[in-house]
T-cell receptor, first 115, second 111 residues
Framework: SQTIHQWPATLVQPVGSPLSLECTVEGTSNPNLYWYRQAAGRGLQLLFYSVGIGQISSEVPQNLSASRPQDRQFILSSKKLLLSDSGFYLC??????????????FGDGTRLSIL | GENVEQHPSTLSVQEGDSAVIKCTYSDSASNYFPWYKQELGKGPQLIIDIRSNVGEKKDQRIAVTLNKTAKHFSLHITETQPEDSAVYFCAASGGTYKYIFGTGTRLKVLA
């Protein structure tokens, strides 16, 4: 069966510091991968998605970037964090892109606090 | 732009009663509608989904109905139990990779 792992679970960082959040998926090949941010009391906002290694699409222009160095690895980064980057970050996967409208499955997220 | 409205934002029911959460979408091209349950400190978990060629789908105590003409869909939970307490999200997708999520409903099941 497929599993998705995110780490760290919680992170406290000072303003202006760099960020690297990692997500890996097991049990599937060539998944579609997603990064979301969830603000308190709100729905999920899609930040980036990827349909293959090195292929990244950005949904919202911002201080963050994403990379996919390996088939089942997705990384969310920032060179300099802002206070507004605080939030709950979720990684998700769905079956390969040849299938449309497939369910997305989420990891347990990283709670990021910027001080 | 594309939008999904979800109501109510909070819902309290007595254990054993039914709970209904409603969502309305704006993009008429939407054809896939998943529902997620999120417990505190966890990621959302898919609990049921429905595609536009189906009007209703059931899975034990959970059912989802879809009215394409009115562009709304609903989650029904029967015989609610304390472990059903969580935040529930609806979403709509129109054949792309992008889901549009509702803002969530906090369900409390009172014992």
């Amino acid at each position: 069966s497929q599993t998705i792992h995110q780490w760290p679970a919680t992170l406290v960082q000072p303003v202006g510091s760099p960020l690297s959040l990692e997500c890996t998926v097991e049990g599937t090949s060539n998944p579609n991968l997603y990064w979301y941010r969830q603000a308190a009391g709100r729905g999920l906002q899609l930040l980036f998605y990827s349909v293959g290694i090195g292929q990244i699409s950005s949904e919202v222009p911002q201080n963050l970037s994403a990379s996919r160095p390996q088939d089942r690895q997705f990384i969310l980064s920032s060179k300099k964090l802002l206070l507004s980057d605080s939030g709950f970050y979720l990684c998700a996967w769905s079956p390969p892109s040849s299938l449309s409208n497939q369910p997305q499955h989420f990891g347990d997220g990283t709670r990021l606090s910027i001080l | 732009g594309e939008n999904v409205e979800q109501h109510p934002s909070t819902l309290s029911v007595q254990e054993g009663d039914s709970a209904v959460i409603k969502c309305t979408y704006s993009d008429s091209a939407s054809n896939y509608f998943p529902w997620y349950k999120q417990e505190l400190g966890k990621g959302p978990q898919l609990i049921i989904d429905i595609r536009s060629n189906v009007g209703e789908k059931k899975d034990q105590r959970i059912a989802v109905t879809l009215n394409k003409t009115a562009k709304h869909f609903s989650l029904h939970i029967t015989e609610t139990q304390p472990e059903d307490s969580a935040v529930y999200f609806c979403a709509a997708s129109g054949g792309t990779y992008k889901y549009i999520f509702g803002t969530g409903t906090r369900l409390k099941v009172l014992a």
